[in-house]
């Protein structure tokens, strides 16, 4: 019973996440109340407040459910095996942002996901601590790339005229700014189209 108990739990848990990100990507984070996620997702008000204080740590749920695959994702491309014979950070750099292109490309969760961050809410009030723990976690991002870069460096693919750091900062503004137009252009013939293309030059300018 106890276990039944738990899995319900766990699916009214789902259901409100999934609801909350169908609402906020059709009104706007702001403008969306708990009430009618709860309405949208079948449940009470609280059932919400069950699982959620409030929307803030309910968006940041949203999140997490596609940014922390994300981070397994990365840590495996970018380092796993770095010590093999024939490692190729530059490669796999590569690989990292291609595989997170397709990811949004196949998945409609993370889509949506990412809209709703990018273009359906305002970083303000209760949510600039939200914007805060992202800028944290963009940093995280940003020391991985920096320790592939390292590498890179190490074994002679790039050269050294800039730090492994600001290469590092340098591909994170690129692929930030490239994930933004990529999630607007939903026409797709500006971005969508031709951003493994882009990456492939972003890399390309990097070769020693």
Same mark, same amino acid.
């Given at each position: 019973?106890?276990?039944?108990?738990?899995? =319900?739990? #766990? @699916? !009214?848990?789902?259901?409100? @996440?999934?609801?909350?990100?169908?609402?906020? $990507?059709?009104?706007?984070? +702001?403008?969306? +109340? $708990?009430?009618? @996620?709860? !309405?949208?997702? +079948?449940?009470?008000?609280?059932?919400?407040?069950?699982?959620?204080?409030?929307?803030?740590?309910?968006?940041? #749920?949203?999140?997490?459910?596609?940014?922390?695959? %994300?981070? &397994?994702?990365? &840590? /495996?491309? $970018?380092?796993?095996?770095? /010590?093999?014979?024939?490692? /190729?950070?530059?490669?796999?750099?590569?690989?990292?942002?291609? *595989?997170?292109?397709?990811?949004? =490309?196949?998945?409609?969760?993370?889509?949506?996901?990412?809209?709703?961050?990018?273009?359906?809410?305002?970083?303000?009030?209760?949510? #600039? /601590?939200?914007?805060? *723990? @992202?800028? +944290?976690?963009? *940093?995280?991002?940003?020391?991985?790339?920096?320790? #592939?870069?390292a590498k890179a460096q190490e074994i002679g693919q790039v050269g050294t005229q800039l730090t492994a750091a600001e290469l590092a900062m340098d591909t994170h503004l690129f692929f930030?700014?490239? %994930?933004?137009?990529?999630?607007?252009?939903?026409?797709?013939?500006?971005?969508?189209?031709?951003?493994?293309? $882009?990456?492939d030059t972003h890399i390309k300018l990097r070769k020693k």
């Amino acid at each position: 019973m106890v276990r039944k108990t738990k899995e =319900d739990a #766990a @699916i !009214t848990r789902q259901r409100i @996440i999934d609801a909350a990100r169908e609402m906020f $990507l059709l009104k706007g984070v +702001s403008r969306t +109340s $708990l009430e009618q @996620i709860a !309405t949208h997702a +079948s449940v009470t008000r609280g059932a919400v407040y069950w699982h959620f204080q409030n929307k803030a740590e309910l968006f940041h #749920a949203m999140r997490e459910e596609v940014y922390l695959p %994300l981070i &397994d994702r990365m &840590d /495996d491309t $970018l380092l796993g095996n770095v /010590d093999e014979p024939h490692f /190729d950070p530059l490669g796999r750099i590569r690989k990292h942002l291609e *595989s997170t292109i397709q990811v949004l =490309d196949d998945d409609p969760t993370t889509r949506a996901t990412y809209e709703v961050m990018m273009t359906k809410c305002e970083y303000v009030d209760e949510f #600039a /601590d939200v914007l805060q *723990s @992202i800028l +944290s976690n963009c *940093s995280g991002l940003v020391h991985k790339m920096e320790q #592939a870069y390292a590498k890179a460096q190490e074994i002679g693919q790039v050269g050294t005229q800039l730090t492994a750091a600001e290469l590092a900062m340098d591909t994170h503004l690129f692929f930030s700014g490239l %994930l933004h137009m990529w999630v607007k252009d939903t026409e797709g013939t500006l971005f969508r189209d031709r951003a493994q293309q $882009l990456i492939d030059t972003h890399i390309k300018l990097r070769k020693k």
